[in-house]
């Protein structure tokens, strides 16, 4: 799961990498405003809500730390020096997939139909890390989806 979690950034870096590749910069640029629009609107809604994340507000809730292989241990090493109580909602881990997503089904739909399991299942992990409330989730998907229709127009 914590691989799950990790894989949100290589999203955006396989389309528009993809689409630099096959030299469709139109549709590198609208990929690359998608997700910076779905970014921007989730950061406005974190400054006025900050909500503090499960890992902290349920910590008395949970019976021990995650259990997990290489990738657990490099998160825990990470985060134990740089864990952010705030800015929960929306997931922006969410919002930046949502709208690389969104952009490969504009763009290249065959990759979108291989990136629709692997963002689900980040999805989940976002919530079984303890990062994020299921809200958080569906926050995000909604700022990643408004990025994408901000920046198409549609």
């Known amino acids: 799961m914590q691989f799950a979690y990790l894989t949100y950034f290589t999203y955006l870096l396989v389309v528009g990498g993809i689409l630099y590749y ?6 590198y640029w609208s990929v690359m405003t998608y997700s910076a ?10 400054i006025f809500f900050p909500i503090e994340s499960p890992w902290f507000s349920m910590a008395g809730v949970w019976h021990g730390p ?12 990470i985060e134990h020096f740089g864990r952010v109580r705030g800015a929960a909602f929306p997931s922006e881990h969410v919002a930046g997939s949502v709208a690389a997503l969104w ?3 504009r763009h290249r739909r065959w990759l979108s139909w291989v990136m629709v399991p692997l963002v689900a299942c980040m999805c989940v992990a976002t919530v079984w890390g303890r990062y994020h409330y299921v809200v ?18 549609s």
């Open 22 to 27: 096959r030299r469709d910069s139109r549709g």
């Open 37 to 46: 629009a779905g970014y921007a609107i989730g950061y406005v809604i974190a």
């Open 66 to 77: 995650l259990q997990g292989g290489p990738f657990t241990a490099a998160i825990n090493f």
């Open 103 to 105: 952009g490969a089904w």
């Open 136 to 153: 958080d989730v569906f926050g995000g998907m909604v700022t990643g989806t408004l990025g994408y229709v901000m920046a198409t127009g």
